[in-house]
């Protein structure tokens, strides 16, 4: 019975992929007692109307009556007044008599207040994650998995962080001389660009940078916003004319080094700059980037999914600290024997010392394979 509008409800929330940053990306259908579909909906733009709000519009614009309705939810209605009025108080006051909701929403401004609030209104509730129907566990699952990086941003106080690399089979990602465009095909980038979207900010390092010139922004497919761009840049060596400015988006700039005269030609052109240092290196040489602070201040300022684009210095620092959730790797028909590889990680002395993976997808893209692999027990939260 409740299979179809399950499905309806989160392909709305797919919907939304790129758009409710850094809001989680939601849907919502209504069905009336009749089992008519009267009302569908998904989260907008953040400041914008939510998923449930959307539905209710849609059915009073065909002329339906919510009255004694049932809303099906891919999460937990909010609760409290942010840049929007709560959802659960929307819903009620329509007259919706019941809600199946897929999981509990993991802001703790929200957290079970939602439901709480649509019972106290005499509405009856449904979470998904929590009965035994197998169709309601996998639809919670889902909606969960569209959702990671939210979670992670409320659960674990850090984003999802997502290490996307284009190589050779191999592995190698740019030849000695440091050419590497193009080691994938154009189906790749362009599928590169789709991921490089739903990020709430993309992160590269110094080196990238000035060796590339690299604009880092969404022009392959179309996006109705620009992700925030992170460059960890310790030395503060970003050129204030760097082609990465070009693009209309915030530019966060994390050093530990500062200069002055160059921190302000940078912030003359936009950049926002943090100075998060970490340990001094031995022998004194000058400290690094904190890179798991840099992932908490990242989460405060409401960075859901990072997406990682790199070279195999950060990438290893990235992977040696434990920061990286998941892989995202185009392996292209090409052999290249020597040059730079994927992270600068090891030398291991056992194989147990490996980074234990998991498979989520190997698809082909064009002529190139596009592996999604997720580091063994990182979801887990």
């Not at 052109?269 to 340990?279: F, N």
């Not at 022998?283 to 997406?307: F, Q, W, Y």
């Amino acid at each position: 019975m409740h299979t179809p509008h399950l499905s309806t409800a989160l392909r709305l929330a797919e919907s939304a992929l790129w758009r409710t940053s850094p809001n989680p990306r939601v849907g919502c259908v209504l069905v009336n007692s009749d089992a008519m579909v009267i009302g569908q909906g998904s989260t907008q733009a953040a400041g914008q109307a939510h998923a449930e709000v959307m539905a209710l519009r849609d059915a009073q614009q065909q002329g339906h009556s919510t009255a004694g309705a049932t809303a099906y939810v891919t999460l937990e209605p909010c609760a409290h007044q942010g840049r929007t009025g709560p959802c659960c108080d929307a819903l009620a006051s329509a007259g919706i008599a019941h809600v199946v909701a897929a999981l509990p929403d993991p802001n703790p401004l929200v957290a079970g207040q939602g439901f709480a609030r649509l019972r106290a209104a005499g509405v009856s509730v449904t979470v998904a994650s929590a009965q035994s129907d197998p169709a309601l566990q996998t639809w919670a699952a889902a909606s969960r998995e569209l959702n990671l990086g939210f979670f992670s941003r409320m659960v674990r106080k850090t984003p999802w962080v997502r290490l996307k690399a284009a190589a050779s089979l191999d592995g190698i990602t740019a030849l000695p001389n440091g050419q590497s465009q193009w080691i994938t095909g154009a189906a790749a980038r362009a599928d590169g660009h789709a991921w490089r979207a739903r990020a709430c900010a993309l992160l590269t390092g110094i080196g990238t940078v000035l060796q590339d010139h690299p604009r880092l922004d969404v022009r392959e497919v179309d996006t109705p916003r620009q992700p925030k761009l992170v460059i960890v840049d310790s030395d503060l060596q970003t050129p204030p004319d760097a082609a990465l400015f070009a693009a209309p988006r915030q530019v966060l700039i994390y050093c530990a080094n500062p200069q002055a005269e160059q921190q302000a030609a940078l912030e003359a052109r936009g950049a926002t700059l943090v100075c998060m240092p970490g340990a001094a290196g031995p022998d004194g040489a000058k400290p690094k980037v904190d890179l798991t602070a840099m992932l908490r201040d990242l989460a405060v300022r409401e960075i859901n999914e990072l997406h990682v684009e790199a070279g195999h210095k950060l990438n290893g620092s990235l992977l040696r600290a434990g920061l990286v959730d998941e892989l995202l790797v185009y392996q292209a028909p090409l052999w290249l024997g020597t040059g730079a590889g994927m992270s600068n990680w090891g030398p291991l002395t056992e194989l147990s010392q490996g980074l234990r993976l998991q498979f989520r997808s190997v698809e082909m893209v064009g002529d190139d394979v596009r592996l999604l692999a997720r580091v063994v027990g990182r979801d887990a939260f």
